[in-house]
């Protein structure tokens, strides 16, 4: 287990940008594949990106490709999600998770995750 507690949320104008932050403690980080998920009101928590522990495979939902970009620092335990060319229906909460040593074939799998962050929110204004 890690802890997760993600940051870089905020309000922004449709077609604007945002970084948001998740910084892991707990054990070695470079050894946990990390994603991101998000929760949009009155909808399921779903998968949005994920990068494998080894740091070199990337995995998007088709709704964020070429929009969103995922990105790893193990040196400063953190994982990032660049988000670009924002829409209002990218409105929710976006969560980070961790799995130890996660293939990617389960990227999009939330049950396999142990560690999730509290969330931090991100409001498109169209």
């Known amino acids: 287990q890690v802890n997760l507690v993600e940051s870089g949320g905020g309000l922004v104008q449709a077609g604007g940008s945002l970084r948001v932050s998740c910084v892991a403690s707990g054990r070695v980080f470079s050894s946990y594949t990390m994603s991101w998920f998000r929760r949009a009101p009155g909808r399921e928590r779903e998968f949005v990106a994920g990068i494998s522990w080894r740091g070199g495979l990337t995995e998007y939902a088709d709704s964020v490709k070429g929009r969103f970009t995922i990105s790893r620092d193990n040196a400063r335990n953190t994982v990032y999600l660049q988000l670009n060319s924002l829409k209002p229906e990218d409105t929710a909460v976006y969560y980070c998770?961790?799995?130890?040593?996660?293939?990617?074939?389960?990227?999009?799998?939330?049950?396999?995750?142990?560690?999730w962050g509290q969330g931090t929110q991100v409001t498109v204004s169209s």
């Open positions: 998770a961790a799995a130890a040593f996660l293939s990617e074939t389960y990227f999009s799998n939330e049950r396999v995750y142990g560690s």
